[in-house]
């Protein structure tokens, strides 16, 4: 099997998804502490990544983690004032980060519509490619950092971060970093990690739970190009791992899960 071909999880419901990505991120960071003395996460919003942050922030194993050593990164952002609820840093803050004893400067948050670039979300985009360069190692690829585990959610419409089907984001093979404009879902300006800096990871996760996410699974995994599925086209350098619940699951063929496997 290789990193491109994804591994499939599938759990009977969206509250054990949560808690058993819970424990499996838990146990990836405190792998990478172990071997290279820091660890690095790019998180998602969304439904089903904040669930995940509450699991992390309800586990008695979170204690394991050295927050301190625990860099943390965003796929995507909505390009809104700081402090605005609807951006992912916000809500990722209040379902766990503010609860653990982290490094302020190893929160990369995404920059806020009135930030330093005002309303320029390409000037705020290039300001995160920057952090994110000066982050990377000299063997990394393209310029930011190898992400032990970078974490996506998937809509509807197959999008992961803020790259939508068909829309010139998904298109970009040169930048890290973009400024997404008329994004088909509110709010419409954004920021997002591109697909190559996707691909930069050690390991790429994607969640998805919910009968909503059937058709968006059922199409990503069945091999479409990633301009129509953007989720295709998300895979790490030595993991693609799909965690989803069994309503998620419920559109794919039978042989590619176990009816029981978690």
């Known amino acids: 099997m290789t990193a491109a071909t994804p591994q499939l999880v599938v759990h009977r419901d969206k509250e054990l998804m949560a808690q058993a990505a819970a424990a499996?991120?838990?146990?990836?960071?405190?792998?990478?502490?172990?071997?290279?003395?820091?660890?690095?996460?790019?998180?998602?919003?969304?439904?089903?990544?904040?669930?995940?942050?509450?699991?992390?922030?309800?586990?008695?194993?979170?204690?394991?983690?050295?927050?301190?050593?625990?860099?943390?990164?965003?796929?995507?952002?909505?390009?809104?004032?700081?402090?605005?609820?609807?951006?992912?840093?916000?809500?990722?803050?209040a379902e766990l980060l503010d609860a653990v004893p982290l490094d302020p400067?190893?929160?990369?948050?995404?920059?806020?519509?009135?930030?330093?670039?005002?309303?320029?979300?390409?000037?705020?985009a290039a300001r995160y490619a920057e952090e994110l360069a000066k982050a990377a190692g000299p063997g990394d690829r393209l310029g930011v950092p190898a992400f032990d585990v970078l974490l996506l959610g998937v809509g509807p419409d197959t999008h992961?971060?803020?790259?939508?089907?068909?829309?010139?984001?998904?298109?970009?093979?040169?930048?890290?970093?973009?400024?997404?404009?008329?994004?088909?879902?509110?709010?419409?300006?954004?920021?997002?990690?591109?697909?190559?800096?996707?691909?930069?990871?050690?390991?790429?996760?994607?969640?998805?739970?919910?009968?909503?996410?059937?058709?968006?699974?059922?199409?990503?995994?069945?091999?479409p190009g990633e301009l129509q599925a953007p989720a295709s086209g998300a895979r790490g350098t030595g993991r693609t791992l799909w965690l989803l619940d069994r309503t998620a699951a419920s559109r794919l063929p039978a042989q590619l899960y176990p009816p029981a496997s978690a």
Not at 184 to 189: D, G, I, M, Q
Not at 195 to 221: F, M, S, T, Y
């Open 24 to 93: 499996r991120l838990i146990t990836r960071i405190v792998d990478a502490q172990a071997a290279r003395g820091t660890a690095s996460v790019v998180l998602t919003g969304g439904r089903n990544g904040n669930a995940l942050l509450a699991a992390i922030a309800a586990s008695p194993a979170r204690d394991a983690v050295d927050w301190a050593r625990l860099d943390l990164w965003w796929g995507d952002e909505r390009f809104l004032p700081s402090g605005d609820p609807e951006r992912n840093v916000v809500q990722a803050r």
């Open 105 to 124: 400067a190893r929160v990369h948050a995404m920059p806020a519509s009135d930030g330093a670039d005002g309303s320029d979300v390409e000037a705020a």
């Open 160 to 223: 992961v971060a803020s790259l939508f089907p068909e829309h010139p984001g998904v298109r970009e093979q040169e930048l890290t970093v973009i400024g997404v404009r008329g994004a088909p879902k509110p709010p419409p300006t954004r920021i997002s990690l591109t697909l190559p800096a996707i691909r930069a990871a050690r390991e790429v996760w994607l969640l998805a739970a919910g009968e909503d996410k059937a058709g968006a699974v059922a199409v990503a995994l069945s091999g």
